[in-house]
């Protein structure tokens, strides 16, 4: 392998090095900034996924309790059913049929959605 002649000279060679340390300095606030932009963003993530698994355990606690109360209300209404049906009143059967149909027409699930869309400072992490 042939060597090649070195002609360099003083101020070349600290021109060099400033222009080799400039790029280090950059490229080590270039990592700061990085590291700090992937720690603002865990950070945000952890947030988020708080926030969600606390939406989903307040909806999951609110909707349970819907439904129980649903379940209360249909018993009942099955219950004053048979009443009806051994008394053999139209008028009662009419009514309460009404209040059953009009029970399972209606969702735990939409009332809790049209109420949640109804908030207009809250937005919610997950558009459904």
Excluded: C, W
Aim: glycine residues 2%; without cysteine; charged residues 30%.
């Amino acid at each position: 392998m042939k060597k090649l002649p070195l002609k360099a000279n003083a101020a070349a060679i600290i021109e060099s090095v400033g222009i080799f340390v400039n790029t280090l300095k950059d490229m080590q606030a270039i990592s700061e900034s990085e590291s700090t932009k992937r720690y603002e963003i865990q950070q945000r993530t952890n947030y988020l996924i708080k926030k969600l698994e606390n939406e989903r355990e307040l909806l999951e606690k609110t909707l349970t309790k819907e439904f129980e109360i649903r379940k209360e209300n249909l018993d009942r209404f099955f219950h004053l059913l048979k009443d009806a049906k051994v008394v053999d009143s139209n008028e009662k059967l009419n009514l309460v049929l009404g209040s059953i149909v009009s029970t399972l027409e209606n969702s735990p699930l939409d009332s809790l959605l049209r109420q949640k869309s109804t908030q207009p400072n809250e937005k919610p992490i997950i558009e459904i």
